[in-house]
């Protein structure tokens, strides 16, 4: 009987199964990573805010901000219908939220998603407001230390 390593071996961080001489598969754990060819075209130091696109409710959601600053993550209602939503959809909110002028603001409700990056994806709970912003979603703290 053959040992394992005979057939998998770890190199430069990915992991190739074998059989024989013919390569299965390889498995590269998921990355982000940056190098000085990303900054070809900027002008340092930058303060640039992080906007992405995320999969959600089978559809691709562009325009969502990541705010580090950020604990709770919010989707305008503007987007929710866009997604196949209805109000009905919507589960209560227990607690309001201050807003970006310092405005007490309660949600009109909650709904929790899958929200996929890559190749992750994890259930996140989104409060929906009626405020009117250029971005989509905004992703904060939680889902980011979650990925």
Not at 58 to 69: A, E, H, T
């Amino acid at each position: 009987m053959k040992k394992v390593e005979e057939y998998c071996k770890v190199e430069d961080d990915a992991l190739h199964v074998k059989v024989g001489q013919k390569d299965l598969e390889t498995v590269t754990p998921a990355l982000i990573s940056f190098d000085d060819t990303n900054l070809e075209r900027w002008i340092l130091p930058h303060d640039d805010a992080l906007v992405i696109e995320l999969h959600m409710n089978r559809f691709i959601v562009k325009r969502v901000l990541i705010d580090q600053g950020n604990t709770s993550e919010i989707m305008y209602y503007k987007t929710f219908p866009k997604l196949s939503f209805t109000d009905s959809d919507l589960q209560p909110a227990e607690y309001p939220f201050f807003d970006f002028n310092a405005n007490l603001e309660y949600p009109i409700g909650k709904i929790t998603l899958p929200v996929r990056a890559g190749t992750r994806s994890i259930d996140m709970e989104l409060l929906v407001v009626k405020l009117s912003l250029p971005y989509n979603i905004i992703m904060g703290r939680t889902w980011l230390h979650a990925m």
